[in-house]
């Protein structure tokens, strides 16, 4: 049951820290006149991340045109 218990605190740790990093994500997308997506740590969040979104794209349309809706998926799943 130990080694159970470790495994189940490693799964939950990694989703918390995913969810960070999808959180991360999708603030800095509200800025795109910054170059930073093309910088280290911001391309390495990119290749991480825009996977797991594109599994969501697609499901919903953008809300007036802009406003995509998609990571709001990846959270529900998520969490």
Known sequence: TDTF??????VASFIKL???LLFVRVLLSWFP????WE???F?????VTDPYLKL???????????IDLTPLFGF???Q
């Not at 006149?33 to 930073?36: E, G, K, L, V």
């Open 5 to 10: 218990m470790i495994i189940t605190r490693a």
């Open 18 to 20: 995913y969810l960070l």
């Open 33 to 36: 006149t910054f170059q930073w």
């Open 39 to 41: 910088q280290q740590p």
């Open 43 to 47: 391309s390495a969040l990119r290749q």
């Open 56 to 66: 969501f794209s697609g499901l919903v349309p953008p809300l007036l045109g802009s």
């Open 76 to 78: 529900f799943i998520l």
